[in-house]
């Protein structure tokens, strides 16, 4: 099975940046598709960045612009860099990982095209 752990959050003001890791483990893991998610107390996990195994990127229209999510895959390592937080930012933010192949190239951006999840790392955006 595939083991996520997600590192990098905390307590910034707005206007700051953070830089999120998860180390993955796996066989093949330049082969997975990667994601973050995020979730606020009392609501739905929402997508926010995917990344295929050649580096194709898709971003939440909430995110575009100010994060950039990127693979080293040597590493076994996603990295999702956000910069100027903003306060609806905060959440838990989860790592998720595809193994489950499809068309080559593909980004998935729901929960459900997502096979494994890290525990997630707080974020929190004070204005």
């Known amino acids: 099975q595939v083991q996520l752990v997600e590192s990098g959050g905390g307590l910034v003001q707005a206007g700051a940046s953070l830089r999120l890791s998860c180390a993955a483990s796996g066989r093949s893991f330049s082969t997975y598709a990667m994601a973050w998610f995020r979730q606020a107390p009392g609501k739905e996990r929402e997508f926010v960045a995917a990344i295929n195994w050649s580096g194709g990127t898709y971003y939440a229209d909430s995110v575009k612009g100010r994060c950039t999510i990127s693979r080293v895959n040597a590493k076994n390592t996603v990295y999702l860099q956000m910069n100027s937080l903003k306060p609806e930012d905060t959440a838990v933010y989860y790592c998720?990982?595809?193994?489950?192949?499809?068309?080559?190239?593909?980004?998935?951006?729901?929960?459900?095209?997502?096979?494994?999840w890290g525990q997630g790392t707080q974020v929190t955006v004070s204005s």
């Open positions: 998720a990982a595809r193994t489950k192949f499809g068309a080559s190239g593909s980004l998935y951006s729901t929960t459900y095209e997502y096979d494994y």
